[in-house]
């Protein structure tokens, strides 16, 4: 069984720093939008695309995305952070790009929001989910890089390390 300090461990590349931000900047300000413009990119987008309780989903979704967005833009339960987007992103892909796919709408899911269909208008529209699907898969395997907090809360203090390793 993992220890709690193991889900924080801060020890990928340090470039990673840059995928921690890009896919926390994103993430956050989605969110954010989700509350300020409802009706396009809130519930009212989510009525549209089929997504059940869509005035309960779209304040649901933009909170997880503020919070989880905002954890990892501090670096803060990094790998934990980026669980619930990996899921985002998987029920986004499912509910709004597996129609374009498709050119139809299947299950409970619209196909409303592409004027083209198939194989290539797919990876056109699904460019920043497959992105951010891919950004928080890594932050999730990898964890945090040594300019997160979780790299500060997992660093050992002087205090308690033995003369000799000081």
């Known amino acids: 069984m993992r220890s709690w300090r193991s889900w924080l461990d ?3 590349p340090r470039a990673a720093v840059f995928i921690r931000f890009a896919v926390g900047v994103v993430f956050a300000s989605e969110g954010i939008q989700k509350f300020l413009y409802a009706e ?36 803060l339960a ?13 029920v986004a892909l499912a509910s709004t790009k597996v129609p374009i796919l498709l050119g139809h709408g299947y299950w409970i899911f619209a196909h409303t929001f592409a004027p083209k269909a198939g194989f290539w208008a797919f990876l056109h529209e699904s460019r920043t989910d497959l992105s951010m699907l891919c950004g928080a898969t890594f932050l999730a395997l990898v964890g945090a890089d040594r300019w997160s907090l979780d790299a500060r809360l997992t660093k050992p203090s002087t205090a308690t390390q033995p003369q000799e390793l000081r």
């Open 10 to 12: 801060a020890s990928a």
């Open 78 to 90: 990094t790998r934990l952070a980026a669980l619930p987007l990996i899921i985002n992103m998987l």
């Open 40 to 75: 396009a990119q809130g519930a009212g987008r989510f009525a549209k695309i089929g997504i059940p309780a869509p005035e309960v989903m779209g304040p649901f979704v933009g909170m997880v995305e503020i919070v989880c967005g905002s954890l990892l833009l501090v670096g």
